[in-house]
C-alpha cells in the first residue's frame, strides 16, 4: 500500500491520495458543490480526506511507501511531531518515507544577499500581505490552509526524523528513487523554489 499525505490535486493511480482541506469534502456535495467554487480548480474524485495529525491513515505496519510533499509546514510544530509518529506507524519494516518542506536555510541565504525583508516574508510564507475582503476570497483563506505554520532546514527536519526512529536518513532529489511508485506522485518543481534552489527533501526508511 502507498499512502500520499497532503496530496492537493496530485493523486497516484496505485496510491491512496489524503488532503485535510475542507475544500475536497465541500466539493464532494450533491449540487451545492457544483454551483458554489471556492477554487478554480476542483479536486480529483480520488481524493480522500484524511488528518494525520489526528490518527493513522491505515492500519499499522501496512504502509509500504509514503510521500509527503509541502504539508509538515502548514501543522503547528506539536502537531508535525504527532504526523512523524503516525508515519512511523504506518510503515512496514523496510518501508519508504518520502518528504519535502521549503528550506528555511536557503530563505535566510536569499535574504542575507539581497536585504529584501517584504520578500523574505513573502518566501516563508508565514505572513499576511492584505485580509480577504470578498466573500469567496474570505471563504478561501478558511479553508485553504495555506499559510506556513513552522519552517525547517535538513538538519532540523532530519533530527526530528531521528527522534521518531527513522533510519537512513539522507537528502533526496526528483526521481532519484528505485521505487517506481514514487514517479506517480512526484513533481521536479517541488523539490525546488521558484529560483530553482534545493528544498528540504529527505528520504528515510522504518526498520
Known amino acids: 500500500m502507498n499512502i500520499h499525505i497532503g496530496c492537493g490535486y496530485t493523486v497516484g493511480k496505485s496510491w491512496k491520495n489524503y488532503d485535510v482541506t475542507p475544500t475536497a469534502r465541500f466539493e464532494k456535495i450533491p449540487l ?13 474524485k480520488e481524493v480522500i480526506f484524511g488528518d494525520i495529525t489526528k490518527d493513522i491513515l491505515c492500519a499499522p505496519n501496512e504502509a509500504d511507501n509514503i510521500f509527503c510533499s509541502h504539508t509538515l509546514e502548514h501543522m503547528a510544530f506539536e ?42 516574508i513573502k518566501d516563508i510564507g508565514m505572513g499576511e500581505k492584505e485580509k480577504p475582503k ?34 537512513n536518513i539522507d537528502v533526496c532529489k526528483f526521481g532519484d528513487s528505485n521505487i517506481k511508485a514514487f514517479e506517480e506522485v512526484e513533481e521536479q518543481g517541488r523539490f525546488v523554489d521558484n529560483e530553482n534552489l534545493p528544498e528540504v527533501c529527505i528520504q528515510c526508511t522504518k526498520q
Open 79 to 120: 502537531e508535525m511531531k504527532t504526523a512523524l509518529s503516525n508515519i512511523y506507524t504506518m510503515l512496514k519494516p523496510g518501508g519508504c518515507f518520502r518528504l519535502i518542506v521549503p528550506s528555511l536555510e536557503t530563505k535566510i541565504e536569499k535574504y542575507i544577499k539581497n536585504k529584501d525583508a517584504n520578500n523574505f
Open 134 to 167: 470578498k466573500f469567496l476570497s474570505k471563504i478561501r483563506h478558511l479553508f485553504g490552509n495555506s499559510r506556513h505554520l513552522w519552517m525547517y532546514d535538513t538538519r532540523s527536519m532530519s533530527k526530528e526524523l531521528e527522534n521518531k526512529n527513522f533510519k
Open 32 to 44: 451545492l458543490g457544483k454551483i458554489i467554487k471556492i477554487n478554480e480548480n476542483t479536486f480529483p
